[in-house]
């Protein structure tokens, strides 16, 4: 049976609040200030007390405009969480439908978009940075926020000529979910963190845990 994830958009980061911000501090604080503590440093013909005063008004505005940006700013935070959650809920979705194809093929599959090819999925959860359908990627790739990386357990065989001998191996499989503004772990081991949120993992083997999948950072 198809299935699909949430259909919701998620609406895009108002970057351009950020922006406001940083112009509201850099040019109507900093610069104001400048004038005030050196308007007498100026040559003429500029009055030092018309740059003065002119200084105070100035900045007077611009403390006014950060009064009323800076509660975007928790907000913007408050909506990366929301987005990180979002991922986790989609890589939680994409990983019950693995296990409904290890269950029924008793083996993983080869590639992420066998689950749309099976018909598992009509197509992968929005991702929830750009309300567009997430999409695998290598690890370490570039613009991988909101994506995932599927990794699997593989058959292996032997072709003769009129015959092919498989070798079956316990299913397992690793996702891995990467976020865009949190450092995430460091699942590679290598000293720098690698966006990543969260990591779903699965081995069918009776009373197989965690400890009888590969590593992970013997996979990536």
């Known amino acids: 049976m198809k299935e699909n994830g949430s259909e919701e958009k998620t609406t895009k980061e108002p970057k351009f609040y950020i922006l406001l911000f940083v112009l509201a501090v850099l040019i109507p604080v900093i610069g104001p200030l400048v004038a005030i503590f050196h308007a007498d440093k100026f040559r003429k013909p500029t009055k030092p007390i018309l740059l003065k005063i002119t200084g105070y008004l100035t900045l007077i505005a611009g403390l006014t405009g950060i009064y009323f940006i800076s509660p975007l700013i928790p907000g913007l935070a408050q909506k990366e969480s929301i987005r990180e959650t979002e991922l986790k809920g989609n890589l939680q979705y994409i990983a019950s439908k693995i296990n ?41 790739s570039d613009n991988n926020a909101g994506n995932f990386t599927y990794i699997g357990s593989k058959l292996t065989g032997v072709e003769g000529d009129n015959w092919i001998m498989v070798s079956y191996v316990t299913p397992w499989y690793y996702l891995i979910g990467y976020g865009k503004k949190s450092p995430g772990e ?12 969260c990591v779903e993992h699965f081995n069918l083997a009776s009373g197989a845990g965690v400890d009888d999948i590969p590593q992970l950072v013997d996979v990536l």
């Open 100 to 140: 409904d194809y290890i269950y029924d093929h008793q083996a993983a599959p080869l590639d992420a978009t066998d689950l749309i090819d099976f018909g598992y999925l009509e197509e992968f959860p929005p991702n929830p940075w750009t309300g567009e359908p997430m999409i695998p990627v290598n690890f370490n």
């Open 186 to 197: 460091d699942i590679d081991l290598d000293g720098f963190p690698d966006h990543v949120i």
